[in-house]
């Protein structure tokens, strides 16, 4: 399956950051989140998450930390290169929100906080929730 094909499959388009976001999974392993969705997000994380498992995940935005709980859709390992030259391996983790998180108004803050994507506005200055989100990203 090529990647336009996976692409097609998402619910929601993916944004990346623009800033670095890391979090904790619980009890407190750090992560660091890769990409973003209103239906999900990719973490980078030093030990795999069983697939199907659920986790909650406190990201630390800049406005504060936000409580996230998901399920682990599927997990890869990567060979990454540090700067040092050195080899590791860390795992990549596609997380899925719980419905009730999935498109709400707090995902589509945290989106318009975090990631590169130009967010209407309301005359009230409030962002502006459902498909006029999906369309400004």
Do not use: W
């Given at each position: 399956?090529?990647?336009n094909?996976?692409d097609?499959?998402?619910?929601?388009e993916?944004?990346?950051?623009?800033?670095?976001?890391?979090?904790?999974i619980?009890p407190s392993?750090?992560?660091?989140?890769l990409n973003?969705s209103?239906h999900g997000m990719?973490?980078?994380a030093?030990f795999?998450?069983?697939p199907?498992?659920?986790?909650?995940l406190t990201v630390?935005?800049?406005?504060?930390p936000?409580v996230?709980?998901?399920?682990v859709?599927?997990?890869r390992?990567?060979?990454?290169k540090?700067?040092?030259g050195k080899?590791?391996i860390?795992?990549?983790a596609?997380?899925?929100?719980?419905?009730?998180?999935?498109?709400?108004q707090e995902?589509k803050?945290?989106?318009?906080?975090?990631?590169?994507v130009?967010?209407?506005v309301d005359?009230?200055?409030n962002r502006?929730?459902?498909d006029?989100?999906t369309?400004?990203m």
């Amino acid at each position: 399956m090529g990647n336009n094909e996976q692409d097609n499959r998402r619910r929601s388009e993916r944004f990346d950051l623009e800033t670095e976001v890391t979090g904790r999974i619980r009890p407190s392993v750090e992560v660091r989140v890769l990409n973003l969705s209103e239906h999900g997000m990719l973490i980078e994380a030093p030990f795999g998450l069983p697939p199907r498992g659920t986790c909650e995940l406190t990201v630390q935005a800049p406005s504060g930390p936000k409580v996230i709980r998901a399920k682990v859709a599927r997990c890869r390992a990567n060979m990454v290169k540090k700067d040092d030259g050195k080899v590791s391996i860390l795992f990549h983790a596609g997380l899925e929100f719980n419905e009730d998180y999935a498109a709400s108004q707090e995902i589509k803050d945290l989106i318009a906080e975090v990631c590169m994507v130009e967010v209407p506005v309301d005359g009230d200055g409030n962002r502006v929730a459902g498909d006029n989100l999906t369309q400004a990203m």
